[in-house]
Nanobody, 118 residues
């Protein structure tokens, strides 16, 4: 099983990006009951939770992104998305996808770089 992130890039403040995390090789019985999350590791800082979605599709967001970011999952495609709007320079960093499986197995993707700068 691999988690492969994509969709990062450079954008001006106020812009939008949509990150995607593809769960390659993961079976539906693991994907569906998992908790999925996106983390941000800003330059010089520790990795921090940005957004998560539970098996029951309950979402949780960091205060800094509430109202701007939205996490979604597509069970048919086995993908998890992070829609990021109204981006700010402080949203810059590497975004990681995290899977916590139904038996507490944890997997991370390799990360995708997001740079917000004018």
């Amino acid at each position: 099983v691999q988690l492969v992130e994509s969709g990062g890039g450079s954008v001006q403040p106020g812009g939008s990006l949509r990150l995607s995390c593809a769960a390659s090789g993961m079976i539906t019985s693991v994907f569906n009951p998992s908790t999925w999350a996106w983390y941000l590791q800003a330059p010089g800082k520790q990795r921090e939770l940005v957004a998560e979605i539970t098996r029951g599709s309950i979402t949780n967001y960091a205060d800094s992104v509430k109202g701007r970011f939205r996490i979604e999952k597509d069970s048919a495609r086995k993908r998890v998305y992070l829609q990021m709007d109204s981006l700010k320079p402080e949203d810059t960093g590497v975004y990681y996808c995290k899977n916590t499986g139904p038996y507490a197995t944890i997997r991370w993707g390799q990360g995708t770089q997001v740079t917000v700068s004018s």
